[in-house]
């Protein structure tokens, strides 16, 4: 599976951005048998969970410096996963990965370690 993120860019403090992640080489529908995750990582820090989404509905998980402004959803039709990210903040800055693993129903992950397919990345950056 190869993933790749979209939509980051430059927005002040306040604003919003919708992430993407589209994956290919998952055909037939197996995108469905993937959780999905998001993660970002700020210049000398350590990668960070923000938020994962597991195969069923509303099988969510956020970190809680993101929660309740940021919004993980994901459309198996398209092979896609969203990061709505709204209310942004100057330490919401970093470069943003999307990730998958195969996995259970009920199953949902929030360690960088738990997955095994990563995509290059997008740079979000909010001024103050």
């Known amino acids: 599976v190869q993933l790749q993120a979209s939509g980051g860019g430059l927005v002040q403090a306040g604003g919003s951005l919708r992430l993407f992640c589209t994956a290919s080489g998952a055909s037939g529908g197996t995108f469905g ?13 350590e990668r960070e969970f923000v938020a994962a989404h597991g195969r069923s509905a ?28 709204d209310s942004l903040k100057p330490e919401d800055s970093a470069v943003h990965y999307c990730a ?11 360690f960088p370690s738990d997955y095994d397919y990563w995509g290059k990345g997008t740079l979000v950056t909010v001024s103050s």
């Open 33 to 45: 048998r993937y959780t999905m995750g998001w993660f970002r990582q700020a210049p000398g820090k």
């Open 58 to 85: 509303g099988n969510t998980y956020y970190a809680d410096s993101v929660k309740g402004r940021f919004s993980i959803s994901r459309l198996n039709a398209k092979n896609t996963v969203y990061l709505q990210m």
């Open 100 to 110: 998958a693993k195969p996995s259970i129903i009920t199953a949902i992950y929030y």
